[in-house]
């Protein structure tokens, strides 16, 4: 199997510019997916594939990817988006699904 | 309207059984790969398992042997059987849709419907 990992808490001012790594072996063959989930509820797909943004999702959330890190930005962070973001992905063989192991974000 | 919906959680004794569902709406389960994903108290998000649509079915290690997936073409619904639990498997559990994609030579997945999510207590 293969794991991804989050640094678990990252801050930003309001407005500001903040980004969320994911790292793993597996994210040199797969793209990562972004997760948002706040307290009490579901996650939400936020970034998918090369840097896909659902229906719905503010585009000042953006993906990238390196190597084997993955990466989200958000560009003039709000309030709202003070929330836990997941990465998930595929391990090397591609059937187990993996999860990263989150990153609280405090918008200050 | 896209929509998952759990039932099935509960509270149970260690050692027993447990048997979520996942009833979807305006989409076929059997026509996509389906997941269960769960979040222990206070824990981050926790894959559990994948059927894919030609009916592949994956586990995490932590449930190998213990939990089955499976779906319900006639009902739409996807299933997990729980058996053997444990206090560690204490936990929201959400099903989730999981899409597959490409971009040149690279693959992605993505889990873009979620359930709200079915409690499971395992505790004497």
């Known amino acids: 199997s293969s794991e991804l990992t989050q640094d678990p808490a990252v801050s930003v001012a309001l407005g500001q510019t903040v980004r969320i790594t994911c790292q793993g072996d597996?994210?040199?063959?797969?793209?990562a997916s972004w997760y948002q989930q706040k307290p009490g509820q579901a996650p939400v797909l936020v970034i998918y594939?090369?840097?896909n943004r659902p229906s719905g999702i503010p585009d000042r959330f953006s993906g990238s990817s390196s190597g084997n890190t993955a990466s989200l930005t958000i560009t003039g962070a709000q309030a709202e988006d003070e929330a836990d973001y997941y990465c998930?992905?595929?391990?090397?063989?591609?059937?187990?699904?993996?999860f990263g192991g989150g990153t609280k974000l405090t918008v200050l | 309207e896209v929509q998952l919906v759990e039932s099935g959680g509960g509270l149970v004794q260690p050692g027993g059984s447990l048997r979520l569902s996942c009833a979807a709406s305006?989409?076929?389960?059997?026509?996509?790969?389906m997941s269960w994903v769960r979040q222990a108290p206070g824990k981050g998000l926790e894959w559990v398992s994948v059927?894919?649509?030609?009916?592949?079915?994956y586990y995490a290690d932590s449930v190998k042997g213990r939990f089955t997936i499976s779906r319900d073409n006639s009902k739409n619904t996807l299933y997990l059987q729980m058996n053997s639990l444990r206090a560690e498997d204490t936990a929201v559990y959400y099903c989730?849709?999981?899409?597959?994609?490409?971009?040149?030579?690279?693959?992605?997945?993505?889990?873009?419907?979620w359930g709200k999510g079915t409690t499971v207590t395992v505790s004497s």
């Open positions: 989730a849709r999981d899409a597959p994609g490409s971009y040149g030579p690279y693959y992605y997945y993505y889990m873009d419907v």
């Open positions: 305006g989409f076929t389960v059997s026509s996509n790969y």
């Open positions: 059927i894919y649509s030609g009916g592949s079915t």
């Open positions: 597996s994210l040199r063959s797969y793209y």
């Open positions: 594939g090369k840097n």
């Open positions: 998930n992905s595929r391990d090397s063989s591609g059937n187990l699904v993996v």
